[in-house]
């Protein structure tokens, strides 16, 4: 079945550590999108990519790290710098040539501080 | 600034109530509104709009979108216990990176 994988589900970190968070889809989406969802705050754009090798930044990037080497792949680092990092992690990915199509989203990681 | 506003920010119902959720928005080049379900995980796609006052059904679930107003509603008639989860607003525009989200509604449907 098609679909946005992400890995792992849980994830603590220690302090100063990155730690990364992975996200593979077989949808054939050109886009891919990570966002963070804190309670009470809806989702949040961290970066956004629309085809391999390239990727903005989203609206609270500061801390966050992306690559997009491959078209299924988008995997994000939470660096040391992200001074709050615990959240729930979400990734997206959509046909943006296609009109019409929503955005798919993978099942989360719940990331805590240990 | 693009902003969505969703109300109320929290609902408790009882199974057979009929809820309407609101979203507002502020967005630039506006493209569609859309509608999720979020249960424990993933959101789940529910409507997408992009015309002004045509309603979109999908069994009890109701959308429609006020392009005057800047505004849609999201009704859910004779509610059940499964409808239990936080529903998500998100509008969307014609920039590369502009998918916006409200915060929430939690609904909370009560046997």
């Known amino acids: 079945d098609g679909g946005i994988t992400q890995s792992p589900k849980y994830l603590f970190r220690k302090e100063g550590q990155n730690v990364t968070l992975s996200c593979e889809q077989n949808?054939?989406?050109?886009?891919m999108y990570w966002y963070r969802q804190d309670p009470g705050q809806g989702l949040r754009l961290i970066y956004y990519s629309q085809i391999v090798n390239d990727f903005q930044k989203g609206d609270i990037a500061e801390g966050y790290s992306v690559s997009r080497e491959k078209k299924e792949s988008f995997p994000l680092t939470v660096t040391s710098a992200q001074k709050n990092p615990t959240a729930f992690y979400l990734c997206a990915s959509s046909d943006r040539a296609a009109s019409n199509q929503p955005q798919h989203f993978g099942d989360g990681t719940r990331l805590s501080i240990l | 600034e693009d902003k969505v506003v969703q109300s109320p920010l929290s609902l408790v119902v009882h199974e057979g109530d009929t809820v309407t959720l609101n979203c507002s928005y502020e967005?630039?080049?506006?493209?569609?509104l859309l509608w999720y379900k979020q249960e424990k995980k993933a959101p789940t796609f529910l409507f997408m709009l992009?015309?002004?006052?045509i309603e979109k059904k999908s069994g009890r679930l109701s959308s429609i979108l006020d392009k005057k107003e800047l505004s849609s509603i999201l009704n859910i008639t004779a509610t059940q216990t499964g409808d239990s989860a936080i529903y998500l607003c998100?509008?969307?525009?014609?920039?590369?990176?502009?998918?916006?989200f409200g915060a929430g509604t939690r609904l909370t449907v009560k046997p």
């Open positions: 949808l054939n989406h050109d886009a």
């Open positions: 992009t015309s002004s006052g």
């Open positions: 998100a509008v969307e525009g014609y920039n590369n990176n502009d998918m916006r």
């Open positions: 967005v630039t080049n506006f493209r569609s």
